[in-house]
């Protein structure tokens, strides 16, 4: 197969399949997901993206209906069928299928929805050009829900300006972006917005710590402003696509440059974690 969908037990390809009308999922965006990648039919950081799936579906009182063990078995069973092993891996729990009320649904489980899909991850040693937006999104950023119109506005912002990603900000302080996380090298050490509820602390951000550590480089979780973003000497995003890049340019004017050393190491640390895990 060239790409894989599953929706309930349902198999095939991502043209093909079909979802209920009345999925919760449809009307109000009820529900949550998680992605990763796969290299060689191996998929990277399985077990973490795992435990944030079923936390996240915990937070907003879904009652899964497969356990963790019989997901990730199925996961790497589709992931087999693919002709190719570098994959997008994408997976979704909805609360059910209920006529529209806003109220759950009694005794509902959760509706789970696969896709697959040929992919690699970007280039790390690329460089990324960014701009800045208010962050109008809801206070359950830490819960990695359906609800994502937020971040679909803040990225067709960035197609329409030319840029690579959008880095959000609540007032003065910087929270994320639009699909990543965002860290700021500054005297040494690596500052981090706090993983509250704010932000949705990401497998790529929990790989960069633990980098940062490996290297004795000091981690800061606080709270920053544009200002220390703008003068910080290396910006740095992380997701599940994009493990370690460095932003050289924000709203139009350059920014970065003064620890490229410190980056390259980082960079070199988090890719080779991704190639020794999917070998």
Known sequence: MKTLGYYNGSVGELEEMQIPMLDRACYFGDGVYDVTYSRNYHIYALEEHIDRFFTS???????PSISKQELRDLLNTLCSR?????????????????PRSHAFPNGATANLLIMLKPAEIRDTYATMRCITLDDTRFYHCNIKTLNLIPNVLATQATVEAGVDEA????GEFVTECAHSNISILSNGAL???????????????????????????????????????????????????????????????PVGGKDMQTVKCLQDDLLQDFLSKTE
């Open 57 to 63: 579906a915990e937070q907003l009182k879904i009652v």
């Open 82 to 98: 693919l002709d190719c092993g570098n994959q997008w891996v994408y997976f979704q729990f909805s609360r059910g299928t209920a």
């Open 167 to 170: 880095i959000l900000h609540r």
């Open 191 to 253: 500052i981090t917005h706090p993983a509250d509820h704010l932000i949705l602390a990401g497998t790529g951000r929990a790989h960069l710590l633990n980098a940062c550590q490996k290297r004795n480089i000091p981690i800061i979780e606080r709270r920053y402003t544009l200002t220390e973003l703008l003068n910080a000497d290396e910006i740095l995003i992380t997701s599940a696509s994009a493990l370690c890049m460095r932003v050289v340019e924000v709203d139009g004017k």
